[in-house]
């Protein structure tokens, strides 16, 4: 699948954008703030409807939209897909100024119908890999978890409505937890809602635990071609740390070199969901009294991470920043052979700014794991970041001022506009 034509009205810096672009390598290159990230932005919107980075919806919003009347911005987007063209509409807007703060809105069309934020889900895929992402291993669980929802509710629509209403669920437990503590109260009032946690997150646990099973083997052979063959760091093991005990994470703490790895690291866990509910609700009971001391529920896939080992060395705690990025590097390759496996469609490849992050060698590794028929953008303030050269005929935006000023096809002299080479 191909995001074709890419339309933006007042997003971020662009006031207005009318792109069409091939399902091949695109370089867009330009000064810093220029309108790089922006554009990548939007197409990751288009899939996820969010921004990979605001807080807020109306940060996406041009900051002199206000000047046509009600601000509002659009991302328009037609998706090219095997089994046919779609059409999606992220529109963020201005929907009130009562309050202290203005409230923003979102509005989203699928084929011009308006429909729910979750149905946009699924349509287009992305992987997006920015400097940022190397918090994935360096950072707090709550990045590992947010890495994995974004990866499993683009591939699962399932398991996005699974999340919502476990989440839902899980503040109305803890909203009953503050009352208990507060106020007194028979604890057997939270039995209805163990019941439906435990059944919700036994859903998350086993699309978890099965996603990490196969990034695991998908990352371990990437990583292998990504560090040189002299690097004496061993093979990388990816595992999902199910947040099912509290104090789970003792027993992966000890991070030796040469710790032997269990040999099958997931032998405790039921193999189901359902088995997996049975398990967070015994969890959960036998967690009542503390979880209402603390007013918080301490255990649920909320509390799950995710480990990255080399050699059996925790690269959270003791990987190298060298080595935190060659990890999240293999993940994010891995991710789109996933995400390919699972939907039967190559996603899109957003690398923002990535390469001037990466050495020769790994840069190289990348390089050359794009295929050729994938769609890639991949924005960089450096030119000569790039394989010199490039290869040829590989399509480069120009981007200055919020404006693509130049398109070319590498190794050519002529520069027609881009609007011509739209391809069917
Ligand atoms: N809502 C907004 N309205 C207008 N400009 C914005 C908005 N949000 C960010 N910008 C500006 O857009 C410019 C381009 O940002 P960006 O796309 O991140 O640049 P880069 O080319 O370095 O990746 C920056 O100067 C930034 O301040
Ligand atoms: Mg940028």
Same mark, same amino acid.
Request: hydrophobic share 40%; charged share 25%; net charge neutral.
């Given at each position: 699948?191909?995001?074709?034509?890419?339309? $933006?009205?007042?997003?971020?810096?662009?006031?207005?954008?009318?792109?069409?672009?091939?399902?091949? /390598? !695109?370089?867009?290159?330009?000064? #810093?703030?220029?309108?790089?990230?922006?554009? &990548?932005?939007?197409?990751?919107?288009?899939?996820?409807?969010?921004?990979?980075?605001?807080? @807020?919806?109306?940060?996406?919003?041009?900051?002199?939209?206000?000047?046509?009347?009600?601000?509002?911005?659009?991302?328009?987007?037609?998706?090219?897909?095997?089994?046919?063209?779609?059409?999606?509409?992220?529109? /963020?807007?201005?929907?009130?100024?009562?309050?202290?703060?203005?409230?923003? =809105?979102?509005?989203?069309?699928?084929?011009?119908?308006?429909?729910?934020?979750?149905? %946009?889900?699924?349509?287009?895929?992305?992987?997006?890999?920015?400097?940022?992402? !190397?918090?994935?291993?360096?950072?707090?669980?709550?990045?590992?978890?947010?890495?994995?929802?974004?990866?499993?509710?683009?591939?699962?629509?399932?398991?996005?409505?699974?999340?919502?209403?476990? #989440?839902?669920?899980?503040?109305?437990?803890?909203?009953?937890?503050?009352?208990?503590?507060?106020?007194?109260?028979?604890?057997?009032?939270? @039995?209805?809602?163990?019941?439906?946690?435990?059944?919700? =997150?036994?859903?998350?646990?086993?699309?978890? $635990?099965?996603? %990490?099973?196969?990034?695991?083997?998908?990352?371990?052979?990437?990583?292998?071609?990504? &560090?040189?063959?002299?690097?004496?760091?061993?093979?990388?093991?990816?595992?999902?740390?199910?947040?099912?005990?509290?104090?789970?994470? /003792?027993?992966?703490?000890?991070?030796?070199?040469?710790?032997?790895?269990? *040999?099958?690291?997931?032998?405790?866990?039921?193999?189901? @969901?359902?088995?997996?509910?049975?398990?967070?609700?015994?969890?959960?009971?036998?967690?009542?009294?503390?979880?209402?001391?603390?007013?918080?529920? +301490?255990?649920?896939?909320?509390?799950?991470?995710?480990?990255?080992?080399?050699?059996?060395?925790?690269?959270?705690?003791?990987?190298?920043?060298? +080595?935190?990025?060659?990890?999240?590097?293999?993940?994010?390759?891995?991710? @789109?052979?996933?995400?390919?496996?699972?939907?039967?469609?190559? *996603?899109?490849?957003? $690398?923002?700014?990535?390469?001037?992050?990466?050495?020769?060698?790994?840069?190289?590794?990348?390089?050359?794991?794009?295929? *050729?028929?994938?769609?890639? !953008?991949?924005?960089?303030?450096?030119?000569?970041?790039? *394989?010199?050269?490039?290869?040829?005929?590989?399509?480069?935006?120009?981007?200055?001022?919020?404006?693509?000023?130049?398109?070319?096809?590498?190794?050519?002299?002529?520069?027609?506009?881009?609007?011509?080479?739209? +391809?069917?």
């Amino acid at each position: 699948m191909y995001v074709r034509r890419l339309t $933006l009205t007042n997003f971020r810096c662009y006031r207005r954008l009318d792109l069409t672009l091939p399902c091949e /390598t !695109i370089v867009v290159c330009g000064r #810093n703030a220029q309108g790089k990230t922006s554009l &990548v932005e939007a197409v990751y919107c288009l899939a996820t409807t969010r921004s990979p980075t605001a807080s @807020a919806d109306r940060e996406v919003v041009h900051w002199q939209a206000a000047e046509d009347g009600i601000p509002f911005s659009r991302v328009h987007g037609e998706v090219a897909r095997a089994d046919g063209a779609v059409t999606l509409d992220i529109v /963020t807007a201005l929907q009130s100024t009562d309050a202290e703060e203005p409230r923003y =809105g979102k509005r989203v069309q699928v084929n011009g119908v308006p429909r729910r934020a979750l149905d %946009v889900l699924g349509h287009l895929n992305v992987v997006l890999f920015t400097p940022q992402d !190397i918090e994935v291993v360096a950072g707090a669980p709550a990045e590992r978890r947010r890495y994995l929802d974004v990866l499993l509710c683009q591939i699962d629509r399932a398991y996005c409505r699974a999340l919502s209403t476990y #989440n839902q669920v899980l503040a109305q437990r803890n909203h009953l937890l503050r009352k208990l503590r507060d106020r007194g109260g028979k604890p057997d009032e939270l @039995a209805f809602w163990d019941e439906r946690l435990a059944h919700v =997150g036994g859903q998350l646990i086993e699309r978890r $635990l099965a996603t %990490v099973v196969a990034l695991d083997a998908l990352a371990a052979p990437l990583h292998g071609d990504l &560090v040189d063959a002299a690097d004496p760091h061993g093979p990388l093991e990816v595992r999902y740390l199910p947040g099912l005990r509290p104090a789970r994470r /003792t027993a992966w703490q000890p991070a030796l070199a040469g710790l032997a790895e269990t *040999p099958a690291p997931y032998a405790d866990l039921p193999p189901d @969901a359902d088995g997996l509910a049975a398990r967070l609700h015994d969890a959960l009971g036998a967690q009542r009294a503390d979880d209402i001391a603390r007013a918080a529920t +301490q255990a649920g896939p909320h509390r799950d991470d995710l480990a990255f080992r080399l050699g059996g060395i925790d690269m959270r705690t003791y990987g190298s920043r060298g +080595q935190q990025r060659t990890v999240i590097l293999a993940l994010k390759l891995a991710e @789109a052979q996933r995400m390919w496996s699972e939907t039967g469609e190559r *996603p899109v490849l957003l $690398l923002d700014d990535v390469l001037s992050e990466l050495d020769a060698v790994r840069r190289r590794h990348l390089l050359a794991r794009i295929e *050729p028929r994938q769609q890639t !953008i991949i924005t960089t303030t450096q030119v000569d970041a790039l *394989p010199d050269p490039l290869p040829p005929d590989t399509l480069v935006l120009e981007v200055e001022a919020a404006a693509v000023v130049a398109a070319r096809r590498a190794g050519r002299a002529v520069t027609p506009p881009v609007r011509e080479r739209e +391809q069917g």
